[in-house]
């Protein structure tokens, strides 16, 4: 497995984007005033607008996604929606999606897919998983992918909700690196280090709390995150286990959003015959999911050099999986919009930022998007040194001692051989002290005798004995 990484630009403070109501729907249909009410048909964009009429053939896992949410949200099922022939007073459904940034979406050649979630509302504005040309929707929970340096951003908020800041240091084999560093330069073993002192269970639990509703294991079982089947998964694993496009669209959401998660849905509002609003019996779920600090780090952990948008701030993650074939991604936000872009084989030549950016231009442009800027590094956290540590110690030759000479870390893992050159420098330094056992008198003179003497000593051999 191999991975590549295009970090890009990040910067600017997350805006929260109230949801258009079905109030702003009836009023403000393009074109009309005040008073003009939505077209008839069982499924409308957020402006009022009826969906293609063969919009059902051509996207049936997404209807199918929207009639299991709108039953469980209103309790209605698809039959008792509007039909012209057979439910003439039936319920129309205005969605999330907005048309042009759909039709953008649907723009996107070969096997690929792009999903683009509103921070802080949750509302999804596009959804494209190219199913009726490859017979599957690609961007959903059945047809997840290798998530590769894209999930490195759930790793680093684990550790930055566990006290770590972005300076905190990592081991990524034989080189020390920072947690931005290990985050910005593709470093897998760093970020393998990382997800191992925290485990996959804790990683899995921030994914879930950020928006990661199932990931698949090696055998390709998807696990439903929220119900805390986590055995078997490997920690070093995470960027290879499979994860659905939409739930990273609203992962880097929740980013954008100051760390605030909001379910990802379809359905914006429900209106019976008479253009009156039902009210929904399970509202959107919504929380904090992490610090609004921890997103503050990982917005600012992207900020760098990209030529991939001008004057505006953004933070996103490009990442290539080679396996079978090569699988690219793209996933990034403005304060105001989060996107998600994967593609597969040809559709890969370009990697996901093409398809990224469409969406977001054309979001740009129709929606009046302004640029914002976002706050920089919070400078919370400790710089740990857990990730680099073997039994309190440091190795004196890398790249944290070589900035840090005094930390004790690095001084109590001299090598035996330092040690003893440092011992023996400081001995041959010292002026040699008196022998208490010496004496000023002079000693006697030996007498000589003829006669020679017992030898006493058993060292016959040894001339200096």
């Known amino acids: ?29 393009p074109g009309g005033g005040a008073g003009e009410t939505a077209e008839d048909a069982a499924l409308l964009y957020n402006d009022g607008r009826a969906l293609p009429a063969d919009f059902a053939d051509s996207h049936p ?52 897919g792009v999903v683009a979630v509103e921070p802080g509302t949750g509302a999804v504005l596009c959804y494209y998983g190219a199913e009726a040309e490859n017979g599957a929707d690609l961007v959903g929970s059945a047809a997840p992918h290798p998530s590769s340096s ?19 240091w990592w081991s990524d084999d034989d080189v020390d690196v920072t947690l931005a560093e290990a985050v910005q330069e593709q470093r897998d073993g760093a970020m393998d280090t990382m997800a191992g002192e925290y ?3 804790k ?6 709390g950020m928006g990661l509703t199932a990931i698949a294991d090696a055998d390709g079982t998807l696990r439903d995150l929220a119900s805390g089947d986590y055995d078997g998964l490997d920690p070093a694993g995470l960027g290879s286990y499979p994860v659905p496009v939409v739930d990273m669209a609203g992962v880097y959401a929740t980013i954008a959003a100051g760390g605030k998660y909001a379910e990802t849905h379809l359905v914006d509002a429900v209106l019976d015959s008479g253009d ?8 959107i779920r919504t929380n904090q999911a992490i610090a609004e600090t921890t997103a503050q780090d990982l917005q600012f952990i992207g900020l760098g050099e990209a030529d991939a948008m001008e004057d505006r701030d953004f933070f996103g993650i490009g990442a290539d999986f080679h396996g079978t074939t090569t699988q690219s991604w793209f996933v990034g936000a403005i304060p105001q919009l989060s ?41 919370e956290g400790e710089d740990l040194t857990d ?36 011992s023996e420098a400081e001995e041959t330094s010292e002026e040699p002290e008196p022998d208490p056992t010496t004496s000023s008198e002079p000693e006697p003179e030996p007498t000589t005798s003829d006669e020679p003497e017992e030898t006493t000593s058993e060292c016959n051999s040894w001339p200096f004995c």
């Open 203 to 208: 990683v899995l639990e921030t994914a879930n």
């Open 387 to 422: 990730g680099i540590e073997d039994d309190g110690s440091m190795d004196p030759d890398g790249e944290y001692c070589q900035a840090h000479p005094d930390d004790a870390g690095c001084a109590a893992s001299q090598s035996p051989s330092e040690a003893e050159s440092s």
């Open 150 to 168: 894209v999930f490195d951003m759930i790793t680093a908020a684990t550790a930055l909700e566990s006290g770590a800041s972005i300076e905190s």
């Open 1 to 29: 497995m191999q991975f590549t990484k295009l970090h890009l630009a990040v910067g600017g403070a997350a805006a929260l984007v109230v949801a258009v109501g079905a109030s702003i729907v009836l009023g403000n249909l």
């Open 61 to 112: 896992s997404l209807v199918e996604r929207i009639h299991t949410e709108l039953e469980a949200r209103y309790g209605i099922t698809a039959d008792r929606l509007y039909d012209e022939d057979a439910n003439p007073d039936g319920y129309r459904v205005v969605l999330t999606l907005d048309k042009a940034l759909q039709d953008a979406a649907e723009e996107t050649p070969g096997e690929a």
């Open 276 to 283: 009156g609003e039902i009210r929904a019996d399970q509202d």
């Open 199 to 201: 485990g996959a269970a």
């Open 339 to 379: 996107v998600a872009a994967w593609a597969n084989g040809s559709a890969a030549a370009d990697g996901g930022l093409p398809l990224w950016r469409n969406v977001i231009d054309t979001a740009i442009e129709t929606r009046g998007y302004e640029a914002e800027r976002l706050p920089g590094a919070s400078g």
